[in-house]
């Protein structure tokens, strides 16, 4: 933790590394917790005093004592979908209305953003990139179009804003379809009335948060001497730029998203946590250099409730791709490892990790333009540790099997890895000495 800096949590794959139990086990330590991008297509699963919660807006700092809690400008809100998720914390005892504070320039995504999602898949066909259809890209769309409703309009002639939003949404829309054949463009019916209720509802429940210009909050802090953690949603393999495109999300995942996404300096940057699975997982369409089709997949799936948090859909699951590894920690800056779910692989008497990838018939170890064609990964197998560690406490206890894989990870990625997840809950969560 760094007094006056921003400490920054980022996931190092293809989402679902686990950043919502980091960061809840991270926040004691810090002043305040901000979310710097992306929307509610994310989902942090928390585990913890026999209760389980899916944050899919709300930043996971939300569960400790008084601190402050940011939505950044660079993250994209659904109101119906926050007042749900707000309202069901409330509802089990969590005060959000006075630690909750949401930037004025964040983009709002309206019902026509998701009909705009569902149409735009379906003029793709068969090459859809698996959108979990919540009206994020074309939000985004809108933001770089300079035609997007953003949180600070709901103070002011909103009504007028958002009619103009939709009747340009609804122009696109019969736009898309006509380019479809008749037949396909016919069974496509939409009807948001129901949806644009609660919507509009969820507008009314933000106006009770404190809506504020969160750049000169984030940077006043700062100056202040307060200790801020930034919080990413999905990988730094689903960034916008350097992610396996176009099978990514709308905005840059990295570390420089956090400047972007909460209006500071590059220099006001200071450690940079990096987490990673003890294997792999992706969720929708795209390459995956080490996914397992076999029986092995299926095991570390069953063992790992490898299902998404919001979508409830299957992960694809492969062993932990470090060349992928490097390449992030390369665009990220990252200081410090978290890796996450080790216990999943206490049963296997192998363990394999990716270290190279052979490209038409060449072995290369850094990550190339396109990973979609005739990429084979090179493995190196290491002994299984054979052991149950879900109910160890410190490092001193993890069997030698297990620190040797450490040790391995350590030695090819060139970072320390300084804390080790061994189970959902947050006492599953062992700091290493001098990492």
Known sequence: MNKGKVDVLLGLQWGDEGKGKVVDVLTPR???VARFQGGPNAGHTLEFEGQKYVLRSIPSGIFQGEKTNIIGNGVVLAPDLFMEEAKALEQSGHELKSRLHISKKAHLIMPTHRVLDAV??????KNKVGTTGKG????????????????GDILENFEEKYNKAKARHESIIKSVLSTLPAEEANSFVYDITEVEKK???????LRQFPIVDSEHEINNLLRSGKSILCEGAQGTMLDIDFGSYPFVTSSNTICAGACTGLGIGPNKIGDVYGIMKAYCTRV????FPTELFDETGKKIRDLGHEYGAVTGRERRCGWIDLVALKYSIMVNGVTKLIMMKSD???GFDTIKACVAYKQNGNEIDYFPYNIEDNIEPVYKELPGWKQDMTKLTSEDQFPKAFKDYVDFLEKELETPIAIISIGPDRDQTIERNGK
């Open 344 to 346: 999943v692989l206490d």
């Open 30 to 32: 810090y002043d305040v």
């Open 136 to 151: 994020i890209g074309p939000t985004y769309t809108d933001k770089v179009s300079r035609v997007g409703l953003r949180v």
């Open 199 to 205: 919507w509009l509802e969820g507008v009314e429940y």
């Open 284 to 287: 929708g369409a795209g390459p």
């Open 120 to 125: 735009y898949e379906l003029q793709k066909g």
